[in-house]
């Protein structure tokens, strides 16, 4: 998929998104060992749009699944 960090680099600039190091090694790595990322963060701290950017870059889609806090969280019988 990328055959190195400049291309991981060159390739998320192409879709518009500006990547700190840390972020062209995460996905570079996860790529090369055929991983999924994991994104966790507060909202709107850009995970989203660090995705469409890695999909945009791979020429692949993001499909994205958001599950509501009743179906995640333990049920609790007395609230």
Known sequence: MFSSLEEV???LR???YIAD??????VYLAAQLH???LLEGPADSGKT???YAVAGA???AVE???CPLDIIAPLNPNT
């Open 9 to 11: 680099n060159a390739r």
């Open 14 to 16: 192409a879709t518009g």
């Open 21 to 26: 190091p840390i972020a062209t090694t995460t």
């Open 35 to 37: 991983k999924p990322l």
């Open 49 to 51: 749009q660090l995705a």
């Open 58 to 60: 791979a020429n692949t």
């Open 64 to 66: 994205r699944l958001q």
